[in-house]
Protein backbone atom coordinates (compact mmCIF):
# COMPACT_ATOMS: atom_id res chain seq x y z
CA UNK A 1 0.00 0.00 0.00
CA UNK A 2 1.36 3.61 -0.71
CA UNK A 3 2.36 5.62 2.24
CA UNK A 4 -0.02 8.48 0.99
CA UNK A 5 -2.68 6.89 -1.17
CA UNK A 6 -4.83 9.57 -2.94
CA UNK A 7 -7.86 9.00 -1.06
CA UNK A 8 -6.13 10.07 2.14
CA UNK A 9 -4.02 13.24 0.56
CA UNK A 10 -5.25 16.36 1.62
CA UNK A 11 -3.99 18.52 -1.34
CA UNK A 12 -6.15 15.94 -3.58
CA UNK A 13 -9.16 17.23 -1.25
CA UNK A 14 -8.79 20.52 -1.54
CA UNK A 15 -8.69 19.75 -5.44
CA UNK A 16 -11.43 17.97 -5.94
CA UNK A 17 -14.00 20.36 -3.04
CA UNK A 18 -12.78 23.07 -5.96
CA UNK A 19 -13.38 21.16 -8.71
CA UNK A 20 -17.22 20.23 -7.42
CA UNK A 21 -17.19 24.40 -6.51
CA UNK A 22 -16.43 25.14 -10.36
CA UNK A 23 -19.11 22.30 -11.03
CA UNK A 24 -21.68 23.98 -8.61
CA UNK A 25 -21.54 27.27 -10.21
CA UNK A 26 -22.82 25.58 -13.45
CA UNK A 27 -25.46 23.09 -11.84
CA UNK A 28 -27.06 25.40 -8.97
CA UNK A 29 -28.76 23.90 -6.06
CA UNK A 30 -27.96 19.95 -5.74
CA UNK A 31 -29.05 17.53 -3.53
CA UNK A 32 -27.23 14.40 -2.80
CA UNK A 33 -28.06 11.51 -0.60
CA UNK A 34 -26.16 8.56 0.79
CA UNK A 35 -27.49 5.87 2.39
CA UNK A 36 -24.96 4.64 4.97
CA UNK A 37 -23.97 4.73 8.59
CA UNK A 38 -20.38 5.19 7.80
CA UNK A 39 -21.04 7.65 4.58
CA UNK A 40 -22.39 9.41 7.20
CA UNK A 41 -19.71 8.92 9.92
CA UNK A 42 -16.65 9.89 7.37
CA UNK A 43 -18.58 13.25 6.13
CA UNK A 44 -19.48 14.40 9.64
CA UNK A 45 -16.36 13.43 11.48
CA UNK A 46 -14.10 14.91 8.71
CA UNK A 47 -16.06 18.04 8.16
CA UNK A 48 -16.93 17.37 4.39
CA UNK A 49 -19.48 18.81 4.18
CA UNK A 50 -18.07 22.53 5.21
CA UNK A 51 -15.59 22.22 2.00
CA UNK A 52 -18.78 21.70 0.04
CA UNK A 53 -20.11 25.02 -1.30
CA UNK A 54 -23.68 26.11 -0.44
CA UNK A 55 -25.53 24.88 -3.46
CA UNK A 56 -24.32 21.00 -2.84
CA UNK A 57 -26.31 19.48 -0.38
CA UNK A 58 -25.69 15.77 1.64
CA UNK A 59 -28.36 14.43 2.96
CA UNK A 60 -28.47 11.05 5.10
CA UNK A 61 -30.94 8.32 4.32
CA UNK A 62 -31.59 4.84 5.59
CA UNK A 63 -28.26 3.51 5.83
CA UNK A 64 -28.13 2.35 9.89
CA UNK A 65 -29.42 -1.51 9.50
CA UNK A 66 -29.99 -0.98 13.50
CA UNK A 67 -31.74 2.37 13.40
CA UNK A 68 -34.45 0.64 10.67
CA UNK A 69 -35.86 -2.46 12.78
CA UNK A 70 -39.02 -2.06 12.98
CA UNK A 71 -40.55 -2.27 16.67
CA UNK A 72 -42.40 -5.07 15.63
CA UNK A 73 -39.50 -7.29 15.29
CA UNK A 74 -37.63 -5.84 18.60
CA UNK A 75 -41.34 -6.78 19.76
CA UNK A 76 -40.87 -10.49 18.35
CA UNK A 77 -37.34 -10.78 20.27
CA UNK A 78 -38.54 -9.72 23.73
CA UNK A 79 -41.39 -11.99 23.23
CA UNK A 80 -38.86 -14.84 22.68
CA UNK A 81 -36.42 -13.88 26.02
CA UNK A 82 -39.74 -13.69 27.71
CA UNK A 83 -40.41 -17.44 26.99
CA UNK A 84 -37.00 -18.17 28.52
CA UNK A 85 -35.47 -18.43 24.94
CA UNK A 86 -31.49 -17.07 25.04
CA UNK A 87 -31.45 -14.09 22.55
CA UNK A 88 -28.16 -13.37 21.03
CA UNK A 89 -27.58 -10.23 19.61
CA UNK A 90 -24.87 -7.55 18.41
CA UNK A 91 -24.54 -4.80 21.48
CA UNK A 92 -25.80 -1.68 19.04
CA UNK A 93 -29.51 -3.84 19.57
CA UNK A 94 -29.49 -3.79 22.63
CA UNK A 95 -31.08 -0.16 23.49
CA UNK A 96 -33.46 -0.21 19.87
CA UNK A 97 -36.59 0.62 21.42
CA UNK A 98 -39.30 -2.08 21.05
CA UNK A 99 -42.81 -0.24 21.30
CA UNK A 100 -43.14 -0.40 25.19
CA UNK A 101 -39.29 -1.53 25.92
CA UNK A 102 -35.82 -2.99 24.65
CA UNK A 103 -33.96 -6.10 24.88
CA UNK A 104 -31.56 -4.05 27.05
CA UNK A 105 -34.70 -3.48 29.77
CA UNK A 106 -35.99 -7.23 28.78
CA UNK A 107 -32.24 -8.48 30.48
CA UNK A 108 -32.31 -5.66 33.13
CA UNK A 109 -35.93 -7.69 34.29
CA UNK A 110 -34.18 -11.33 34.36
CA UNK A 111 -34.22 -12.77 30.45
CA UNK A 112 -31.18 -14.33 28.70
CA UNK A 113 -30.33 -11.41 26.32
CA UNK A 114 -26.65 -11.66 25.59
CA UNK A 115 -24.64 -9.83 23.15
CA UNK A 116 -21.79 -11.74 20.65
CA UNK A 117 -19.91 -10.27 17.82
CA UNK A 118 -20.32 -12.34 15.61
CA UNK A 119 -23.15 -15.59 14.57
CA UNK A 120 -20.11 -18.18 15.58
CA UNK A 121 -20.33 -17.34 18.66
CA UNK A 122 -24.08 -17.82 19.74
CA UNK A 123 -23.36 -21.19 18.10
CA UNK A 124 -20.57 -21.61 20.24
CA UNK A 125 -22.37 -20.71 23.30
CA UNK A 126 -25.69 -22.85 22.19
CA UNK A 127 -23.01 -25.83 21.88
CA UNK A 128 -21.81 -25.54 25.37
CA UNK A 129 -25.56 -25.18 27.04
CA UNK A 130 -27.05 -27.67 24.76
CA UNK A 131 -29.99 -27.63 27.17
CA UNK A 132 -30.96 -24.21 26.31
CA UNK A 133 -33.07 -22.87 23.14
CA UNK A 134 -30.51 -20.10 21.73
CA UNK A 135 -31.57 -17.75 19.26
CA UNK A 136 -29.62 -15.05 17.43
CA UNK A 137 -31.12 -11.85 16.43
CA UNK A 138 -29.56 -11.82 12.65
CA UNK A 139 -29.88 -7.74 11.99
CA UNK A 140 -28.39 -6.06 9.25
CA UNK A 141 -28.11 -5.33 5.45
CA UNK A 142 -26.40 -7.38 2.44
CA UNK A 143 -23.47 -6.73 4.24
CA UNK A 144 -24.08 -9.29 7.01
CA UNK A 145 -26.40 -11.63 5.50
CA UNK A 146 -24.15 -14.11 3.76
CA UNK A 147 -22.84 -14.31 7.58
CA UNK A 148 -25.76 -15.61 8.95
CA UNK A 149 -26.92 -17.68 5.46
CA UNK A 150 -23.63 -19.64 5.62
CA UNK A 151 -24.02 -20.38 9.18
CA UNK A 152 -27.39 -21.93 8.60
CA UNK A 153 -26.15 -24.05 5.54
CA UNK A 154 -24.17 -25.78 7.99
CA UNK A 155 -24.75 -27.71 11.17
CA UNK A 156 -25.82 -26.49 13.83
CA UNK A 157 -26.45 -27.24 17.05
CA UNK A 158 -30.67 -28.68 17.34
CA UNK A 159 -31.74 -26.16 19.82
CA UNK A 160 -30.37 -22.94 17.70
CA UNK A 161 -32.67 -20.70 15.58
CA UNK A 162 -32.89 -17.37 13.63
CA UNK A 163 -34.66 -13.97 14.21
CA UNK A 164 -34.09 -12.97 10.92
CA UNK A 165 -34.60 -9.34 10.23
CA UNK A 166 -31.86 -8.27 7.22
CA UNK A 167 -32.97 -5.71 4.68
CA UNK A 168 -31.48 -4.73 1.37
CA UNK A 169 -30.55 -1.26 0.37
CA UNK A 170 -31.83 -1.10 -3.42
CA UNK A 171 -35.42 -1.22 -2.57
CA UNK A 172 -35.23 1.84 0.45
CA UNK A 173 -33.26 3.77 -2.20
CA UNK A 174 -35.98 3.37 -4.68
CA UNK A 175 -38.39 4.67 -1.93
CA UNK A 176 -37.00 7.82 -1.66
CA UNK A 177 -37.48 8.50 -5.06
CA UNK A 178 -41.07 8.60 -4.20
CA UNK A 179 -41.16 11.19 -1.19
CA UNK A 180 -42.29 14.07 -1.97
CA UNK A 181 -40.20 17.07 -1.67
CA UNK A 182 -37.20 15.29 -1.09
CA UNK A 183 -36.01 15.92 -4.64
CA UNK A 184 -32.87 13.66 -4.89
CA UNK A 185 -30.16 14.97 -7.79
CA UNK A 186 -28.06 11.98 -7.56
CA UNK A 187 -27.43 8.77 -5.38
CA UNK A 188 -23.61 7.75 -3.83
CA UNK A 189 -24.19 3.98 -3.33
CA UNK A 190 -22.53 2.27 -0.39
CA UNK A 191 -19.22 0.70 -0.78
CA UNK A 192 -19.59 -2.12 1.83
CA UNK A 193 -23.42 -2.99 0.43
CA UNK A 194 -21.78 -2.99 -2.94
CA UNK A 195 -18.99 -5.41 -2.09
CA UNK A 196 -21.66 -8.18 -1.73
CA UNK A 197 -24.07 -7.74 -4.00
CA UNK A 198 -22.33 -5.58 -6.98
CA UNK A 199 -23.34 -3.02 -9.59
CA UNK A 200 -26.08 -4.69 -11.00
CA UNK A 201 -28.82 -3.81 -8.58
CA UNK A 202 -28.11 -0.01 -9.09
CA UNK A 203 -28.76 -0.05 -12.85
CA UNK A 204 -32.29 1.21 -12.15
CA UNK A 205 -31.43 4.06 -11.07
CA UNK A 206 -30.01 5.76 -13.81
CA UNK A 207 -31.87 3.61 -16.48
CA UNK A 208 -35.58 3.99 -14.82
CA UNK A 209 -35.14 7.12 -12.99
CA UNK A 210 -32.56 8.86 -14.60
CA UNK A 211 -30.86 9.16 -11.51
CA UNK A 212 -27.05 9.65 -11.57
CA UNK A 213 -25.59 7.11 -9.33
CA UNK A 214 -21.82 6.60 -7.84
CA UNK A 215 -20.69 3.95 -5.69
CA UNK A 216 -18.35 5.29 -3.03
CA UNK A 217 -15.65 4.36 -0.37
CA UNK A 218 -15.29 5.41 2.81
CA UNK A 219 -12.21 7.39 3.08
CA UNK A 220 -12.80 11.30 2.94
CA UNK A 221 -11.44 11.73 -0.69
CA UNK A 222 -13.81 8.71 -1.45
CA UNK A 223 -16.79 10.82 -0.81
CA UNK A 224 -15.41 13.39 -1.95
CA UNK A 225 -15.05 12.14 -5.37
CA UNK A 226 -18.15 10.68 -5.86
CA UNK A 227 -19.97 13.70 -5.21
CA UNK A 228 -17.86 15.46 -7.61
CA UNK A 229 -18.37 12.25 -10.62
CA UNK A 230 -22.18 13.10 -9.30
CA UNK A 231 -21.95 16.58 -10.29
CA UNK A 232 -19.93 15.92 -13.36
CA UNK A 233 -22.74 13.89 -14.44
CA UNK A 234 -25.56 16.54 -13.91
CA UNK A 235 -23.62 19.55 -15.81
CA UNK A 236 -23.33 16.74 -18.20
CA UNK A 237 -26.47 16.06 -18.19
CA UNK A 238 -26.09 12.29 -17.73
CA UNK A 239 -27.08 9.28 -15.88
CA UNK A 240 -24.72 6.94 -15.28
CA UNK A 241 -23.83 4.32 -13.00
CA UNK A 242 -20.19 5.18 -11.73
CA UNK A 243 -17.63 3.11 -9.30
CA UNK A 244 -15.95 4.87 -7.87
CA UNK A 245 -14.66 1.75 -5.11
CA UNK A 246 -13.16 -0.09 -7.99
CA UNK A 247 -9.88 -0.79 -5.67
CA UNK A 248 -13.07 -2.94 -3.17
CA UNK A 249 -16.26 -2.75 -5.52
CA UNK A 250 -16.04 -5.80 -8.65
CA UNK A 251 -19.22 -5.33 -10.98
CA UNK A 252 -20.49 -8.70 -10.23
CA UNK A 253 -19.96 -8.42 -6.29
CA UNK A 254 -19.07 -11.31 -4.08
CA UNK A 255 -20.46 -14.40 -6.08
CA UNK A 256 -20.03 -16.64 -3.69
CA UNK A 257 -21.65 -14.46 -0.86
CA UNK A 258 -24.47 -14.21 -3.54
CA UNK A 259 -24.96 -17.90 -3.69
CA UNK A 260 -24.96 -18.73 -0.15
CA UNK A 261 -27.81 -15.81 0.49
CA UNK A 262 -29.50 -17.13 -2.18
CA UNK A 263 -29.52 -20.53 -1.16
CA UNK A 264 -30.67 -19.70 2.11
CA UNK A 265 -33.34 -16.66 1.79
CA UNK A 266 -36.13 -15.70 0.17
CA UNK A 267 -36.57 -11.92 -0.86
CA UNK A 268 -39.72 -10.96 0.74
CA UNK A 269 -41.65 -7.57 1.40
CA UNK A 270 -40.31 -5.84 4.96
CA UNK A 271 -41.33 -3.65 7.18
CA UNK A 272 -38.64 -0.26 7.95
CA UNK A 273 -38.78 1.49 11.21
CA UNK A 274 -41.13 4.95 10.32
CA UNK A 275 -41.39 3.59 6.51
CA UNK A 276 -43.26 0.47 6.43
CA UNK A 277 -43.80 -2.05 4.49
CA UNK A 278 -41.49 -1.98 1.20
CA UNK A 279 -41.63 -5.08 -1.10
CA UNK A 280 -38.80 -6.89 -2.58
CA UNK A 281 -36.77 -5.15 0.77
CA UNK A 282 -36.41 -8.15 2.78
CA UNK A 283 -34.62 -11.90 3.47
CA UNK A 284 -36.57 -14.39 4.75
CA UNK A 285 -35.55 -18.59 5.06
CA UNK A 286 -36.67 -20.60 2.41
CA UNK A 287 -39.36 -23.18 3.05
CA UNK A 288 -36.74 -26.06 3.41
CA UNK A 289 -35.08 -23.69 6.06
CA UNK A 290 -38.48 -23.41 8.36
CA UNK A 291 -37.32 -25.20 10.95
CA UNK A 292 -34.53 -22.60 11.34
CA UNK A 293 -37.18 -19.65 11.38
CA UNK A 294 -37.65 -19.03 15.58
CA UNK A 295 -40.44 -16.93 14.28
CA UNK A 296 -42.05 -20.07 12.94
CA UNK A 297 -40.27 -22.44 15.60
CA UNK A 298 -42.16 -20.73 18.68
CA UNK A 299 -45.13 -19.39 17.36
CA UNK A 300 -44.20 -15.47 18.14
CA UNK A 301 -47.37 -13.40 17.74
CA UNK A 302 -46.93 -9.67 18.13
CA UNK A 303 -49.10 -6.55 17.20
CA UNK A 304 -48.11 -3.94 14.32
CA UNK A 305 -45.54 -2.40 16.61
CA UNK A 306 -44.58 1.28 17.78
CA UNK A 307 -41.87 3.00 15.31
CA UNK A 308 -42.78 6.61 16.14
CA UNK A 309 -42.24 7.16 19.72
CA UNK A 310 -43.44 10.43 20.93
CA UNK A 311 -41.72 13.56 20.14
CA UNK A 312 -38.99 11.57 18.49
CA UNK A 313 -38.21 12.12 14.86
CA UNK A 314 -36.22 9.19 13.34
CA UNK A 315 -38.44 8.31 11.12
CA UNK A 316 -37.60 11.77 9.13
CA UNK A 317 -33.98 11.69 9.88
CA UNK A 318 -34.12 8.04 8.41
CA UNK A 319 -35.02 9.15 4.84
CA UNK A 320 -33.27 12.47 5.09
CA UNK A 321 -36.44 14.82 5.63
CA UNK A 322 -34.73 16.52 8.70
CA UNK A 323 -31.02 17.03 10.16
CA UNK A 324 -30.84 15.24 13.54
CA UNK A 325 -30.27 18.89 14.67
CA UNK A 326 -33.59 19.90 13.14
CA UNK A 327 -35.54 17.70 16.48
CA UNK A 328 -36.53 19.14 19.27
CA UNK A 329 -34.36 16.34 21.76
CA UNK A 330 -31.26 16.34 20.19
CA UNK A 331 -28.60 16.10 22.78
CA UNK A 332 -31.51 18.06 25.09
CA UNK A 333 -33.57 14.55 26.61
CA UNK A 334 -32.21 12.33 23.82
CA UNK A 335 -28.32 11.65 24.32
CA UNK A 336 -25.96 8.65 23.35
CA UNK A 337 -25.89 7.63 27.12
CA UNK A 338 -29.80 7.79 27.20
CA UNK A 339 -30.57 7.22 23.81
CA UNK A 340 -34.87 7.68 23.00
CA UNK A 341 -35.02 7.21 19.53
CA UNK A 342 -33.03 4.36 17.52
CA UNK A 343 -31.11 6.31 15.32
CA UNK A 344 -29.13 7.86 18.89
CA UNK A 345 -29.05 4.17 19.56
CA UNK A 346 -26.07 2.93 16.93
CA UNK A 347 -22.85 4.19 16.39
CA UNK A 348 -23.89 4.43 12.59
CA UNK A 349 -27.07 6.11 13.54
CA UNK A 350 -27.63 9.10 12.11
CA UNK A 351 -28.40 11.47 15.41
CA UNK A 352 -25.45 9.21 16.86
CA UNK A 353 -22.68 10.24 14.82
CA UNK A 354 -24.05 14.24 14.99
CA UNK A 355 -23.83 13.79 18.52
CA UNK A 356 -20.93 12.59 18.19
CA UNK A 357 -19.30 14.95 16.40
CA UNK A 358 -20.96 17.54 18.64
CA UNK A 359 -19.75 16.81 21.70
CA UNK A 360 -15.88 16.01 20.34
CA UNK A 361 -16.37 20.40 18.85
CA UNK A 362 -17.32 21.23 21.87
CA UNK A 363 -14.49 20.05 23.39
FE1 LIG B 1 -35.02 10.44 17.57
FE2 LIG B 1 -33.23 11.34 19.37
FE3 LIG B 1 -32.73 11.62 16.81
FE4 LIG B 1 -34.62 13.05 17.94
S1 LIG B 1 -32.46 13.17 18.38
S2 LIG B 1 -34.75 11.99 16.00
S3 LIG B 1 -35.41 11.62 19.46
S4 LIG B 1 -32.93 9.69 17.90
Known sequence: MEENPWFRDAQ?????AQKIKE???ENGDVKICHVCGTHEWTITH???RSLLPPEVEVIAGPGCPVCIIPASEIDEAIQLAQKGITITCFGDVLRVPGSESSLLEAKADGADVRVVYAVSDAIEMAKMEMEKQFVFFAVGFETTAPSTAVEALGKLPEKFSFLVSH???PPAM??????DDLQIDGFIA???VSTIIGLKPYEVFPKVYRMPTVVGGFEPNDVLMSIYMLMRQISQGKARLENEYPRVVKSEGNPKALELMNRAFKVSPGSWRGIG???NSALLFRDEFVGLDARVKFDVQVS?????LKGCQCHRVIIGKIKPNQCSMFLKTCTPAKPVGACMVSSEGTCRVWAKATNQNEK
Open 12 to 16: FAKQI
Open 23 to 25: LAT
Open 46 to 48: YGL
Open 167 to 169: RLI
Open 174 to 179: ELLLGV
Open 190 to 192: PGH
Open 277 to 279: KLE
Open 304 to 308: EGKDV
